[in-house]
């Protein structure tokens, strides 16, 4: 079976900026759903923050002549549309939004077979193998794995897109969560189905010639309203990818560097340690795992810098070891000090809120919609920056991404504006 060649992300500044200097609109827009396509590649320092959709948007004009009509600017607005909608839905995310487009009980396990990458379907198997060597898949792939899984082997959407997000370096909740609702159709008007002929047009390395989806689109529609579970492929391989571990935070996760710059928060002694020191600094940069830029800019005298980590978030959201590998060598780098805590034991919470308020030291936060991280200020006296956006917010909630566009453009007037313009506060 045919592979894409590998992509390396490395977690600095340096080689996100490098990797937005190849980005090319017009070769993107022509050419961006075929898997060998001029892709950007990007969203895994954006989902971090090495970079945002702003300012990758400004950096590129400087070269190109772009409006909200190129493609390219389209694509990024859909990352801040998922925002969007988190930020009213909140943890709705994580549930239908609408009504599955079947009645039936979906499954709450996801198959080995599906796991492994031995459906025997070779679109599935390759792109299962991709994510697990890579921690990223083209667009394209996500979609074909999500509908599989929820239309043709009966899956509750849930359980895949916990299962991609843990293993995703870019895996963003509202992007991963509702796209993959969006096939569901829980987050759209119907079913998102594909077939062989649609995999043949833009991965013709992948022949799934002779399987489940080597058929019309009527009949992919009608097995996705149906409780028909298609199975794997009777000659599907017995042995597939193995499943990389995916943990919660873990102090063994951390160098030998990164375990002296820790200090552990959900014990009483790492607080009082912590709150003797605030009397040498003036400033608190709090930099959580969205905000990873931060790690490369310069530290100003009588600040201090601290990595941020929420063993509440990672308990319900594990990662795989390439993507803590992803965040914490950017922490180690950049953070003067990593700091763990614990936004669900809110008693302990509490006296640290009250310890830390007693020294008059000032914390600062980028925003989060991130759940454990938004409420850091259980923790932590914090003064939260606004997010760099490229759009500004809608007056109201806009369920649909054509009315979000459409509001957000005219609001903000043009690309320029968007960029440059005041409008970007809310």
Partial sequence: MQHQTPVKFEPSRLAALNALATVDPARYSRTRNFLDGAVTRLSPWITHGYLSVREATQILMEKYR????????????????????????????????RRPVWSGKYSSQLPGDIREGRTGVAAIDAGVALLYETGYLHNHVRMWIASYVVHMRKVHWKVGADWMYAHLLDGDLASNHLSWQWVAGTFSHKPYVFNS????KYAPMWNCSGTAIDTDYEDLESIARSKRDVGCERNAPAIGAQEPGCHNFDLELLTDTLKRKTVDLRQQAGVDSCSSLMGNFKKINLVHPWELKACFDLTQTGE?????????????HPWSKQRWDFVLNAMETGCDQI??????????????????????TEFELRETLNSGYVMMGRCFPVRWNAEDKLLPSPSRFQQSFSRFYRETTLMAGSLEEAVHGAILVE
Avoid: P, Y
């Fill in 66 to 97: 772009l409006s909200f009509e190129d493609k390219l600017i389209f694509e990024f607005a859909w990352r801040e549309f998922f925002k969007h909608a988190h930020a009213e839905l909140g943890n709705g995310i994580l549930s239908d939004v």
């Fill in 197 to 200: 002929d649609n995999v043949k």
């Fill in 304 to 316: 201090l810098r601290v990595g941020l980590i929420d063993c509440a978030f990672h308990k319900t």
């Fill in 339 to 360: 700091w763990v805590v614990n936004t669900d034991d809110i008693a302990h919470c509490a006296t640290m809120l009250a310890r830390f308020i007693q020294t008059g």
